[in-house]
């Protein structure tokens, strides 16, 4: 169970990154950028990613 916390502690930190943990609507919208940007095959934005 600590191993999820700490994931779940990268994940609220990743989100706060890239402000759009107030409003799931700023979310979302980040969410549909970094799945665009993966698509088209640009490197993801996504903190500790690949």
Do not use: I, Y
Not at 17 to 31: H, P, S, T, Y
């Amino acid at each position: 169970m600590g191993d999820e916390k700490h994931q779940l502690d990268k994940f609220k930190d990743a989100a706060r990154e890239l402000e759009c943990d107030d409003d799931e609507a700023n979310f979302r919208k980040k969410l549909g950028e970094l799945v665009k940007n993966s698509k088209d095959g640009q490197k993801s934005e996504t903190p500790g990613g690949p």
